[in-house]
């Protein structure tokens, strides 16, 4: 069984300009979860799909971040415009349901200049 | 303060030593998870625990709600347990499950 893959593993980009990073989670996993590792600080949480629907999105910085999950598949994460504060590790993890273990995507490394 | 307090932050040891790690939340929770992540690796769930003790090879896990602690222990330590070691807890009585993490131990075991 496939684990938790992400797209892409790196990437560079310039201030202003915009990125989207993808997840795919375990097949048939509803519960998928998005977490940012900025550099030197806690792995912190940002929102959390059920199947297609945003159950929390607490964590969200602002709305400079824009998440899907389009069919409660696979789901993108777009900030537009990047800042350089947006650097960091996004990690993507999925679940089979609420209460049950969270396994991790290898991240997404963005660095933002 | 974090809700999730972590240590040592840095720890290093020789092969063989045993090694605890502590974590403290200031929170209510459902579940703590000890996760492991190796340089450039992937974050992988080591232990989700809500009581007692877990044991897994040369792993050791252990919880006390009532003081809101739980301890991390490798027995026989080897160079390839170097890793950073993350503390997370949940609560699934809300509507998320949410992790909340601790800033992580990382441990050096020297040959």
């Known amino acids: 069984e496939a684990g938790v893959t992400q797209f892409p593993s790196h990437s560079v980009i310039e201030k202003g300009q915009t990125v989207t990073l993808r997840c795919d989670p375990i097949?048939?996993?509803?519960?998928l979860y998005w977490y940012r590792r900025v550099m030197g600080k806690e792995i912190k949480f940002l929102l959390h799909?059920?199947?297609?629907?945003?159950?929390?999105e607490s964590g969200m910085p602002n709305n400079r971040f824009l998440a899907e999950r389009t069919g409660g598949t696979y789901s993108t994460l777009k900030v537009q415009p990047a800042e350089l504060e947006d650097s960091g590790v996004y990690f993507c993890?999925?679940?089979?349901?609420?209460?049950?273990?969270?396994?991790f995507g290898p991240g997404t490394r963005l660095l933002v200049l | 303060k974090n809700e999730v307090e972590q240590s040592p932050q840095n720890l290093t040891a020789q092969e063989g030593e045993f090694i605890t790690i502590n974590c403290s939340y200031s929170?209510?929770?459902?579940?703590l998870h000890w996760l492991q992540q190796h340089p450039g690796g992937g974050i992988v769930s080591l232990f989700m625990?809500?009581?007692g003790k877990k044991k897994h090879g040369r792993l050791i896990a252990t919880i006390n709600i009532q003081e809101k602690h739980s301890s991390l222990h490798i027995t026989a330590s080897h160079p390839r347990d170097s890793a950073v070691y993350i503390c997370?807890?949940?609560?699934?009585?809300?509507?998320?499950?949410?992790?909340?993490f601790g800033t992580g131990t990382l441990l050096a075991v020297q040959p």
């Open positions: 993890a999925s679940s089979l349901g609420r209460g049950r273990a969270q396994y």
């Open positions: 097949s048939g996993h509803d519960n």
């Open positions: 799909f059920v199947k297609e629907s945003k159950q929390d």
């Open positions: 929170v209510g929770i459902s579940a």
């Open positions: 625990l809500s009581s």
């Open positions: 997370a807890v949940s609560n699934y009585g809300g509507a998320t499950n949410k992790l909340i």
